[in-house]
């Protein structure tokens, strides 16, 4: 069983940086791909970025969403149970409740592929 934790949310301006953090408990997160969600009102889910396992035969691979990147970098520290999220060059349309998950396999950018979620953390880029 695993929890999560986000945070690092907040305001920021349009042009601004955040850093996410998924703080997370229990056993094997390790094991477990990461992805980061974010969700918007009145839209869908969207998976924003994922990275493997640090256990992976592949390796560490990255996976991110069209729209972001080159402006959000996830990484993992294992000795810290932790998974942040950088994001650079925040626009408006980057607000969102932003969620990270846990899953047996990454780094899918589906929802359906994660077994465990933390309860969000709010970003708004507004002026």
């Known amino acids: 069983q695993l929890q999560l934790v986000e945070s690092g949310g907040g305001l920021v301006q349009p042009g601004g940086s955040l850093t996410l953090s998924c703080a997370a408990s229990?056993?094997?997160?390790?094991?477990?791909?990461v992805g980061w969600f974010r969700q918007a009102p009145g839209k869908a889910r969207e998976g924003v970025s994922a990275i493997t396992s640090a256990i992976a035969s592949s390796g560490e691979i990255t996976n991110y969403v069209d729209s972001v990147k080159g402006r959000f970098t996830i990484s993992r520290d294992t000795a810290r149970n932790a998974v942040y999220l950088q994001m650079n060059s925040l626009r408006s349309d980057d607000t969102a409740i932003y969620y990270c998950?846990?899953?047996?396999?990454?780094?899918?950018?589906?929802?359906?592929?994660?077994?465990?979620w933390g309860q969000g953390t709010q970003v708004t880029v507004s002026s």
């Open positions: 229990g056993s094997f997160f390790a094991n477990h791909a």
């Open positions: 998950a846990a899953g047996l396999n990454g780094p899918s950018l589906r929802p359906g592929s994660y077994h465990y």
